[in-house]
C-alpha cells in the first residue's frame, strides 16, 4: 500500500511534468512567433529570401541600398507592429476576461475600440486639435484619450456596488452601439474625403507603424507586462470565485482596479496606433486557455505569444491574399477571428 509520502512524491514529480509541459508550448510558441516575424519580413511585392532577411537584420553591408531600405524602413516596423499589437490586445483580453469573469469580454466587445473609433472621428472629421498636440499625433491622441476613458467607465462600474460583473458586461455592451451610433452620426457630416479617412482608419492597418509609434507601444508593454506577471497568482485565485480569493487575503477590488488600469492602457495604446483590430483580444486568451489551463504564470505570457503569432501571421495574410494589394489587417484578423472562435466554441463549449 502507498505512503503518504509516496503519494505526496507523485504529486510532485505530476506537477514538475506539467510545469515543464508548460514551460515547452510556452517556448514553442515563442519559436513560431519568431518565425512569423521573419515570414511576414520576407512577404511582400518584392520578395526577399529568409536569408536576406537575415542578413538585412544583422549584416545589411551585405545587401543592396534598396533592399536595405525595404528590410529597415519598411517591413521591419511593420512587423514588430504586428507582435506588438497583438500581444498587447492578448493580454489585454486574457485579463479582462479573468478581472469580469465573462468569457466574451475584450478591449473588441466591451466598447474600447469603439470608443477609439469614435475619438479619431473627432480628429479627421471636425479637426478637433490642442495647441501642444502635434498634427500627425492628433488622431492617436484622439482615440487614446476616448478608449482610455470607455474603460475607466468600466471600472468605475466594477467598482460600484450597485453593478455586478454581468451588469459591467451589459454596460460594455451599451457602449458598442453607443459609440458606433456617434460615428455613424459624424460620418453622416463628414465630407468624402474625411469619411474616406475615416473609414479607411477603422479597418485597422498596420501602415500607420513608425518607429516613433513602435517606441510607445513597446514602453507600454514593458511598464504594464511586469506588473500582470506579478499579479498572476491572485488572477488565477480569482477564477476560482471572488470568496475563494478574498479567502487567500486578496484584496479583489484592489486587483480588479489595477487590472483594468492596465488592460485600458495596453488595449488604448494599441487600438490608437493601428485601428479597430477585432478578435485578437477574444480568440488569442481562449486559444491559450486550450493549451495551458488557468494557472496564469503561464497563460499571460501564452497569451501574449498567441495574440502576436494570430497578429503576425494576418499581417501575412494581408499581402498575400489579393496579389499587389495591401489588405487592411482588421479584416483579416476578422476573418480568421471569426471561424476559430466557432470552432472553439463547437470543440469545447464548456470553456469558452
Same mark, same amino acid.
Given at each position: 500500500?502507498?505512503?503518504?509520502?509516496?503519494?505526496?512524491?507523485?504529486?510532485?514529480?505530476?506537477?514538475?511534468?506539467?510545469?515543464?509541459?508548460?514551460?515547452?508550448?510556452?517556448?514553442?510558441?515563442?519559436?513560431?512567433?519568431?518565425?512569423?516575424?521573419?515570414?511576414?519580413?520576407?512577404?511582400? &511585392?518584392?520578395?526577399?529570401?529568409?536569408?536576406?532577411? /537575415?542578413?538585412?537584420?544583422?549584416?545589411?553591408?551585405?545587401?543592396?541600398?534598396?533592399?536595405?531600405?525595404?528590410?529597415?524602413?519598411?517591413?521591419?516596423?511593420?512587423?514588430?507592429?504586428?507582435?506588438?499589437?497583438?500581444?498587447? %490586445?492578448?493580454?489585454?483580453?486574457?485579463?479582462?476576461?479573468?478581472?469580469?469573469? *465573462?468569457?466574451?469580454?475584450?478591449?473588441?466587445?466591451?466598447?474600447?475600440?469603439?470608443?477609439?473609433?469614435?475619438?479619431?472621428?473627432?480628429?479627421?472629421?471636425?479637426?478637433?486639435?490642442?495647441?501642444?498636440?502635434?498634427?500627425?499625433?492628433?488622431?492617436?491622441? *484622439?482615440?487614446?484619450?476616448?478608449?482610455?476613458?470607455?474603460?475607466?467607465?468600466?471600472?468605475?462600474?466594477?467598482?460600484?456596488?450597485?453593478?455586478?460583473?454581468?451588469?459591467?458586461?451589459?454596460?460594455?455592451?451599451?457602449?458598442?452601439?453607443?459609440?458606433?451610433?456617434?460615428?455613424?452620426?459624424?460620418?453622416?457630416?463628414?465630407?468624402?474625403?474625411?469619411?474616406?479617412?475615416?473609414?479607411? /482608419?477603422?479597418?485597422?492597418?498596420?501602415?500607420?507603424?513608425? /518607429? *516613433?509609434?513602435?517606441?510607445?507601444?513597446?514602453?507600454?508593454?514593458?511598464?504594464?507586462?511586469?506588473?500582470?506577471?506579478?499579479?498572476?497568482?491572485?488572477?488565477?485565485?480569482?477564477?476560482?470565485?471572488?470568496?475563494?480569493?478574498?479567502?487567500?487575503?486578496?484584496?479583489?477590488?484592489?486587483?480588479?482596479?489595477?487590472?483594468?488600469?492596465?488592460?485600458?492602457?495596453?488595449?488604448?495604446?494599441?487600438?490608437?496606433?493601428?485601428?479597430?483590430?477585432?478578435?485578437?483580444?477574444?480568440?488569442?486568451?481562449?486559444?491559450?486557455?486550450?493549451?495551458?489551463?488557468?494557472?496564469?504564470?503561464?497563460?499571460?505570457?501564452?497569451?501574449?505569444?498567441?495574440?502576436?503569432?494570430?497578429?503576425?501571421?494576418?499581417?501575412?495574410?494581408?499581402?498575400? %491574399?489579393?496579389?499587389?494589394?495591401?489588405? &487592411?489587417?482588421?479584416?483579416?484578423?476578422?476573418?480568421?477571428?471569426? &471561424?476559430?472562435?466557432?470552432?472553439?466554441?463547437?470543440?469545447?463549449?464548456?470553456?469558452?
Amino acid at each position: 500500500m502507498a505512503t503518504s509520502g509516496d503519494m505526496r512524491a507523485a504529486a510532485l514529480a505530476a506537477y514538475r511534468r506539467q510545469v515543464r509541459r508548460r514551460i515547452a508550448i510556452v517556448a514553442g510558441m515563442g519559436l513560431l512567433c519568431l518565425m512569423a516575424f521573419a515570414l511576414d519580413i520576407s512577404t511582400g &511585392p518584392s520578395s526577399l529570401p529568409l536569408i536576406d532577411v /537575415w542578413r538585412g537584420l544583422f549584416t545589411p553591408d551585405q545587401l543592396s541600398l534598396p533592399q536595405q531600405t525595404i528590410i529597415r524602413d519598411v517591413r521591419l516596423p511593420y512587423a514588430l507592429m504586428a507582435l506588438l499589437v497583438g500581444a498587447a %490586445l492578448s493580454l489585454a483580453g486574457t485579463e479582462m476576461q479573468t478581472v469580469l469573469n *465573462n468569457p466574451l469580454a475584450s478591449p473588441f466587445t466591451l466598447g474600447v475600440s469603439s470608443a477609439a473609433s469614435f475619438g479619431a472621428a473627432l480628429a479627421i472629421v471636425l479637426g478637433l486639435s490642442l495647441p501642444f498636440i502635434p498634427g500627425d499625433w492628433m488622431v492617436p491622441f *484622439n482615440a487614446f484619450l476616448a478608449s482610455f476613458g470607455s474603460v475607466l467607465l468600466l471600472e468605475a462600474l466594477a467598482r460600484s456596488r450597485a453593478a455586478g460583473m454581468e451588469g459591467v458586461v451589459l454596460f460594455g455592451i451599451a457602449l458598442v452601439f453607443t459609440f458606433n451610433a456617434l460615428v455613424a452620426l459624424i460620418q453622416f457630416v463628414a465630407s468624402q474625403e474625411a469619411l474616406s479617412q475615416l473609414v479607411f /482608419w477603422g479597418m485597422g492597418s498596420l501602415t500607420r507603424a513608425t /518607429w *516613433n509609434n513602435l517606441a510607445v507601444l513597446a514602453l507600454v508593454v514593458a511598464l504594464t507586462v511586469p506588473f500582470s506577471i506579478r499579479a498572476a497568482h491572485a488572477l488565477t485565485a480569482l477564477r476560482l470565485g471572488e470568496d475563494r480569493a478574498r479567502s487567500f487575503g486578496i484584496d479583489v477590488k484592489r486587483l480588479r482596479f489595477l487590472s483594468l488600469l492596465r488592460i485600458s492602457a495596453l488595449s488604448a495604446t494599441a487600438v490608437a496606433f493601428v485601428g479597430t483590430i477585432g478578435f485578437i483580444g477574444l480568440v488569442g486568451p481562449h486559444i491559450a486557455r486550450l493549451l495551458l489551463g488557468e494557472d496564469h504564470r503561464f497563460l499571460l505570457p501564452a497569451s501574449m505569444l498567441t495574440g502576436a503569432l494570430i497578429m503576425s501571421l494576418a499581417s501575412v495574410l494581408s499581402k498575400v %491574399l489579393v496579389p499587389g494589394v495591401l489588405l &487592411p489587417v482588421g479584416i483579416v484578423t476578422s476573418m480568421i477571428g471569426v &471561424p476559430v472562435f466557432l470552432l472553439l466554441i463547437m470543440r469545447r463549449p464548456e470553456r469558452v
